[in-house]
C-alpha cells in the first residue's frame, strides 16, 4: 500500500521561500503520476504542480514561474519548491499520486474529483503572512 507523507510546510512572509516534501512508501516515485494540491479554509481543492514518471510537469497559471515540482528517486520523495510566496498561497497542501496509465494533466484532473486519486497524504500547512 502506498504511503505519502509531507512535510516542511509552516509560516513565512510575503516573498519568503518553503520546501515541502512528500515522502512516499509502498511504491517508487518514478512509477506513477505525483502532484501537489492546496485547499484553504472555504475554497475548493486546487490542482497545484504535477510530474509524471519521465519528469514531465505541469503547474497551475497561479504559481507558474514560483513554484518548482521534482523528485528524487534516490530518495523516494516529491518535492515542491515555493518562491516569491504571496499571502493568497496560504492553505493546506497536498501531495497525492495516481496509478499509470496517468499524465501531468490526468493527475490534475482527477484530484478535484472526489475519490479521483487512490493515494494521498495528510497535508501540511503552509501560512504566508504580508
Known amino acids: 500500500q502506498v504511503q505519502l507523507v509531507e512535510s516542511g510546510g509552516g509560516s513565512v512572509q510575503s516573498g519568503g521561500s518553503l520546501r515541502l516534501s512528500c515522502a512516499v512508501s509502498g511504491g517508487t516515485v518514478d512509477s506513477y503520476c505525483l502532484a501537489w494540491f492546496r485547499q484553504a479554509p472555504g475554497k475548493e481543492r486546487e490542482g497545484v504542480a504535477s510530474i509524471d514518471s519521465d519528469g514531465r510537469t505541469s503547474y497551475a497559471d497561479s504559481v507558474k514561474g514560483r513554484f518548482t515540482i521534482s523528485k528524487d528517486n534516490a530518495k523516494n520523495t516529491l518535492y515542491l519548491q515555493m518562491d516569491s510566496l504571496k499571502p493568497e498561497d496560504t492553505a493546506m497542501y497536498y501531495c497525492?499520486?495516481?496509478?499509470?496509465?496517468?499524465?501531468?494533466?490526468?493527475?490534475?484532473?482527477?484530484?478535484?474529483?472526489?475519490?479521483?486519486?487512490?493515494?494521498w497524504g495528510q497535508g501540511t500547512q503552509v501560512t504566508v503572512s504580508a
Open positions: 497525492a499520486a495516481d496509478r499509470p496509465p496517468c499524465s501531468v494533466t490526468t493527475v490534475l484532473s482527477l484530484g478535484l474529483m472526489e475519490a479521483g486519486l487512490p493515494y
